[in-house]
């Protein structure tokens, strides 16, 4: 039997590293429409559903066949609510069973539905109650510093400075694609536990737009592959 599984792309509307973000265009289609197209793709989500506390961000999810079966409340719009807690009112307010929830976050343009049906069969293949998608961290760990009060240098891996070539494989989630058990994300409260198997994304994928730069990116990726298409 296939599990059910839910899809919830949470797109709140207050933002202040980037105002209105998720409604900002990007290769002229609204931010948050990037994520509703993904998951449309994917073959493994039941059910998904726009998570929101602002109208014109459901209006334009609505708009192109989002799902959007309540507002989110003002006090899980806040920059101190818990994202877990966002989840836990969407399956409240559902009251139907599922074997698996998926969080996209609006901000992640770039994921296809392959990336989220990869991460959605990833758990059900391995039996594992989570899969996070993750991206290479593009230096190694062992060139990080940390900087004190003082200013001062700090090593984050002790021991010599490695070879590019000689380091380990070090990544950091892309915050794309978060895949759990239900039951077990209401044990743990984080996606990021010893079960949990992550999901490895190119860097031109896993952009995650917060910042006016990081939407600069996104546009110049766009611009390239349209560059590339039309000298086909």
């Excluded at 877990?84 to 559902?94: C, G, I, K, P, T």
């Excluded at 952009?207 to 349209?226: K, M, Q, S, V, Y």
Aim: aromatic letters at 6%.
């Amino acid at each position: 039997m296939k599990p059910r599984t839910l899809a919830v792309i949470a797109a709140r509307g207050g933002s202040k590293g980037l105002p209105r973000k998720n409604v900002l265009d990007l290769g002229g289609r609204p931010l948050v429409v990037w994520s509703v197209a993904a998951a449309a793709e994917a073959t493994t989500l039941s059910r998904v559903i726009l998570s929101t506390d602002d109208h014109e961000i459901a209006s334009v999810a609505g708009s192109c066949g989002c799902e959007v079966p309540f507002q989110r409340p003002a006090t899980l719009a806040t920059d101190t609510a818990s994202i877990y807690d966002v989840l836990f009112h969407a399956l409240e307010a559902l009251s139907e069973p599922y074997d698996y929830i998926v969080l996209l976050q609006a901000t992640s343009p770039f994921r296809t539905g392959a990336d989220i049906d990869a991460c959605v069969r990833t758990c059900i293949a391995e039996d594992v109650p989570a899969c996070v998608s993750v991206t290479r961290v593009s230096k190694p760990l062992e060139w990080f510093y940390s900087v004190d009060a003082r200013g001062s240098l700090r090593k984050v891996m002790p021991g010599d400075s490695a070879r590019r070539q000689d380091s380990s494989v070090v990544v950091t989630p892309n915050g794309a694609v978060y895949v759990a058990r239900p039951n077990w994300l209401a044990k743990t409260r984080r996606f990021i536990a010893d079960e949990t198997r992550a999901y490895m994304m190119p860097p031109e994928r896993s952009i995650d737009i917060d910042t006016d730069l990081d939407l600069l990116f996104a546009r110049a990726i766009l611009a390239e592959r349209e560059v590339t298409h039309t000298n086909r």
